[in-house]
């Protein structure tokens, strides 16, 4: 399989729970690692723009709403299939569907505050990270 990148994000809720440290560890125990990241505080701008193929959807300012809550860490996440091994390791949008030992089963009950977010494809993947990082903000090793 392909060495890929992928974008996280270890969302508010997850961030108020000091799960930082817990989460970037299943991330790294899985043979991902971490080539860039970030605390930042988004903007309702930042968010909109980040989630604006759910413009339309009833839940936009609500999860505009949340992802501004608080601080969030943004990262780049390399390694085989990484991807795919990400939204595995996250489990199901809904928490209360998630697979037991995923991220969100774990750390998260609510569909709204669900503690990360990950690239759904190669094409997401490579439009999230520039969305957050320039290139010079990448360290591959
Ligand atoms: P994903 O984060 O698992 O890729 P998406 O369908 O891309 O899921 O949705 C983006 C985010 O929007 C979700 O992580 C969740 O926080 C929120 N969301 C999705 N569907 C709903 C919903 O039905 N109600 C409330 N929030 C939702």
Redesign the pocket.
Known sequence: MATERTLSIIKPDAVAKNAIGDIIARFEKAGLQVVAAKMTHLSEEKAGGF?AE?KE?P?FK??VG?MTSGPVVVQVLEGEGAIAKNRDL?GA?NPKEAAPGTIRADFAET??A?AV??S?SAESAEREISYFFGNDEICPR
Do not use: A, E, S, V
């Open positions: 989630y759910h959807r839940f609500d999860l949340f996250m949008t569909i709204d669900n977010h990950g759904d």
